[in-house]
Structures are given as C-alpha cells and as structure tokens.
Nanobody, 126 residues
Framework: QVQLVESGGGLVQAGGSLRLSCAAS????????MGWFRQAPGKEREFVAV????????YYADSVKGRLTISRDNAKNTVYLQMNSLKPEDTAVYYC???????????????????WGQGTQVTVSS
C-alpha cells in the first residue's frame, strides 16, 4: 500500500520561507509524476505544482510561479516544495499526491491523482 507523509509546515511571517517534504513508501516512487495541492478554509483544493517522474519537467500554478519550487530525490523517495516569499494568501493545508493518469497535459486536476498524504498546515501571518 502506498503511503505519502508530508512534513515541514508551520507558522511563518510574510516574506519568509518554508520547505515541505513528502516521503513516499510502498510503491515505485521513481516511475510516477508527483504533485502538490493546497486547500484553504472554505475553498476547494487547488493545484500548486507538479514534477515528472525524472525531475526534468515541472509546472506551476500562476499564483506561485517564481516563489515556490518543486523538486524530488528518487533515491530518497521524497518530493519537496521550497516556498519562498510567502504571502498570507498561501495559508492552507498542503497535500502531496501521486499522479495516476495523464488526462490533462499538465496534471492540474485532482482526479488524476490516486494517493494523497494527510496534509501539512502552512500559516503565513501578515
């Protein structure tokens, strides 16, 4: 059974940085694209970033482009989200997920992902 465990969330001031990690177990991590999504209170879960299986290709939501960076280490079965220049509107629970299908070109839809972590809270104060 595949398990994804996020860590690294916390409380940070606007302009600060955090690095999220997502450790995978129970599957062939290196053969799957991986994504990060987030969900703020009262809002739908939204796409943040995706990285292909080898790490050679990434794609970001416009709202985070230039500030957040997704990366992966297949030797450690881990995907990362480096978050810089954080804003209060980045406050949300952040989830990593494994992409199962390629229905869309970019992998921005939640239905393309089959396994999800439990989430880690990121709070950015103004």
């Amino acid at each position: 059974q595949v398990q994804l465990v996020e860590s690294g969330g916390g409380l940070v001031q606007a302009g600060g940085s955090l690095r999220l990690s997502c450790a995978a177990s129970g599957g062939t991590f290196s053969t799957y694209d991986m994504g990060w999504f987030r969900q703020a209170p009262g809002k739908e879960r939204e796409f943040v970033a995706v990285i292909n299986w080898s790490g050679s290709s990434t794609y970001y939501a416009d709202s985070v482009k230039g500030r957040l960076t997704i990366s992966r280490d297949n030797a450690k079965n881990t995907v990362y989200l480096q978050m810089n220049s954080l804003k209060p509107e980045d406050t949300a629970v952040y989830y990593c997920a494994r992409r199962r299908t390629h229905t869309t070109v970019r992998g921005t839809q939640t239905y393309e992902y089959d396994y999800w972590g439990q989430g880690t809270q990121v709070t950015v104060s103004s």
